[in-house]
C-alpha cells in the first residue's frame, strides 16, 4: 500500500510569510495527526483529525496555525506569519479505525524560516 | 501534564554489541506503548505493546513492557551499522506522547 504523503520535502521562507504543508493520508485510514518535531526531541501533536473533524487541536497555536481536512482525506496545515521559532520538522501521520492500529508516518517537511 | 522519558538520550556501541534502551511513562490514559525508528525521514512503527501484548520480537529486536513499573525496554542484540538511527517511545491512547528518543550509532 502507498505509505503517507507529504510536500513539499523542504521549504525555506522569510520570517513573516505564509507557508502551507500538505500531507495525503494512507488510503483508507480516518484518523490524521500532524505533529511537529523539533531538532533533538521526539514529534508533539499539533492536531487529529477524525474524518473531517478535528477533534484534539489544544496544541496547536491557532494565532498564526490553521489546518483544514474538507472531504476527510487529505489536508492542509498552515501558518500565517511565520515566525523564527516555527523551524521544525512537521510530520504527518494515519491510522485506521482499529484501535490497535499504529500511526504511519509521512516523510515529513522540514521548515526553516530565516 | 502526560510524560514520556528515553534514556539514555545518546548510545554509541560497536558493531555486534547488545543494546538495552528504556523508557517510562507517566500518562493519564494508558492504551498503548509504541517504538519508532527514524532514520533521516519518517518513523517507521517497530513494535506496539499493550496490556495484552507486554512483549514483542522481531528478529534481532524486542522489547517488554512493564506496567507495574510504568515502563519498556527495547533490545537490540548483534547490531549492525544499519540499526543507526533515532529510536521513539510513544505513550497513550488516542493521543500519543511521544519521549526525546535515543540517538544509538554502531560503529563498525
Keep these: ?114 | 501534564e502526560d510524560k514520556v522519558v528515553q534514556s539514555p538520550l545518546s548510545l554509541v556501541v560497536h558493531e555486534g554489541d547488545t543494546v538495552t534502551l528504556n523508557c517510562s511513562y507517566e500518562v493519564t490514559n494508558f492504551r498503548s506503548l509504541l517504538w519508532y525508528k527514524q532514520e533521516k525521514k519518517a518513523p517507521t512503527f517497530l513494535f506496539m505493546l499493550t496490556s495484552s501484548g507486554i512483549e514483542k520480537k522481531s528478529g534481532r529486536l524486542s522489547s517488554i513492557l512493564d506496567k507495574k513499573e510504568l515502563s519498556s525496554i527495547l533490545n537490540i542484540t548483534a547490531t549492525q551499522t544499519g540499526d543507526s538511527a533515532i529510536y521513539l517511545c510513544a505513550v497513550g491512547a488516542q493521543k500519543l506522547v511521544f519521549g526525546q528518543g535515543t540517538r544509538l550509532t554502531i560503529n563498525p
Excluded at chain 1, 504523503?5 to 523542504?10: A, I, M, N
Excluded at chain 1, 511537529?36 to 496544541?59: F, H, K, T
Excluded at chain 1, 504527518?92 to 521548515?111: E, K, M, V
Aim: proline share 6%.
Design chain 1, 1 to 114: 500500500e502507498a505509505g503517507v504523503v507529504q510536500s513539499p520535502r523542504y521549504k525555506i521562507i522569510e520570517k513573516k510569510q505564509p507557508v502551507a504543508f500538505w500531507c495525503n493520508p494512507i488510503s483508507g485510514h480516518n484518523t490524521l495527526y500532524w505533529y511537529r518535531q523539533n531538532l533533538g526531541q521526539g514529534p508533539e501533536l499539533l492536531i487529529r483529525y477524525e474524518n473531517e473533524e478535528a477533534v484534539d487541536d489544544s496544541q496547536l497555536p491557532k494565532d498564526r496555525f490553521s489546518a483544514e481536512r474538507l472531504k476527510g482525506v487529505d489536508s492542509t496545515l498552515k501558518i500565517q506569519p511565520a515566525e523564527l521559532g516555527d523551524s521544525a520538522v512537521y510530520l504527518c501521520a494515519s491510522s485506521s479505525r482499529d484501535r490497535d492500529s499504529p500511526l504511519h508516518f509521512g516523510n515529513g517537511t522540514r521548515l526553516t524560516v530565516t
